[in-house]
């Protein structure tokens, strides 16, 4: 299965007793299946992850099996600090027909996370695993960064088949690429940096705004695709505000707050995230509504 496009990293809705609301869960996923995402990231930094039970977390993966649209890709976030675990996690995720697992980087003994200890855990895995693996580098989370010379020594396993770069930087894509061979597959997870991620070789995109603007971050993927640059970079100007405010400033409560207004169930965060203040709402609120009319103007 060749790994391209974009897709969101779904969120968890909660329903009024703090439970996860299957029915709210099912009805975003079937709004995304009528948009050109490539597929879905479950169990995701944006889906709250770490606040989620693993049993919660299995039926989510049993749910989106079942419910997700046909031909949509499915990937598993399945990365836990022991190598045991992420593989039992990895497994449970392959039995449930799942694509790919997107392993996140232990950092709790992070004095100890050198390059050849992060490298043995990806190896461990990617030799017990029954899908293929994805590394999943997310430094502003976990405070570790993959960096290229990380990549060159795991990137030849057969089932290591590519990466999500959440650094925001374009550089490290170019670099993480230039070491990696041809068949590795580049997403990125920083929606300011789409647009020229994609221009140095990135494959597509794990993007939390993907939630909210599907068909927006489609469009400029498909732009890039088409080589019609111009497009895509002009397009990707609309996702500088949403960047900085549904991410760095609000979060995953913001974030929320959008698909409530936007038509999507977004609804409260989990404990001990904090909910959004009213002026957070107003300033979104505002973004949405700006972010409207540069559509209709575009």
């Known amino acids: 299965m060749r790994l391209s496009g974009i897709f969101p990293p779904v969120t968890t809705p909660f329903d009024s007793y703090g439970g996860v609301d299957f029915a709210r869960f099912t009805e975003n996923l079937s709004r995304y299946g009528a948009t050109r995402l490539g597929g879905f ?12 039970r693993w049993t919660e977390i299995y039926r989510i993966w049993e749910v989106a099996r079942e419910k997700a649209a046909a031909g949509k890709i499915l990937i598993a976030g399945t990365g836990a600090e022991s190598t045991p675990e992420t593989i039992e996690h990895t497994n449970r995720a392959a039995s449930l027909g799942f694509d790919f697992a997107l392993v996140r980087t232990p950092n709790y003994y992070k004095p100890a996370m050198s390059v050849e200890a992060e490298a043995t855990h990806f190896l461990r895995v990617a030799d017990a695993a029954r899908i293929p693996i994805l590394l999943y580098s997310v430094p502003v989370f976990t405070g570790y960064t993959i960096e290229a010379p990380l990549v060159a020594r795991v990137a030849h396993h057969e089932n290591i088949v590519g990466m999500k770069d959440s650094s ?3 550089e490290r894509v170019a670099e993480i690429l230039a070491v990696a061979p041809e068949r ?7 929606a300011s940096t789409l647009e020229p991620s994609l221009a140095k070789g990135a494959c597509g995109a794990i993007l939390a705004l993907a939630c909210a603007f599907p068909e927006l971050c489609c469009e400029i993927y498909d732009s890039a695709q088409a080589g019609d640059i111009a497009r895509a970079q002009e397009l990707q100007k609309l996702l500088a505000a949403p960047s900085a405010l549904l991410g760095a400033k609000y979060g995953i409560a913001g974030l929320k707050y959008a698909l409530d207004r936007l038509g999507y169930f977004g609804g409260p965060v989990r404990g001990p995230l904090m909910p959004l203040d009213e002026a957070g709402k107003q300033e979104i609120d505002a973004l949405l509504a700006s972010m409207t009319s540069a559509a209709r103007a575009s």
């Not at 990231?41 to 992850?49: H, I, Q, V, Y």
């Open 184 to 190: 590795f597959r580049l997403l990125v997870g920083s």
């Open 168 to 170: 925001g930087s374009v």
């Open 41 to 52: 990231l479950l169990n995701g930094s944006t889906g709250e992850s770490v606040l989620l």
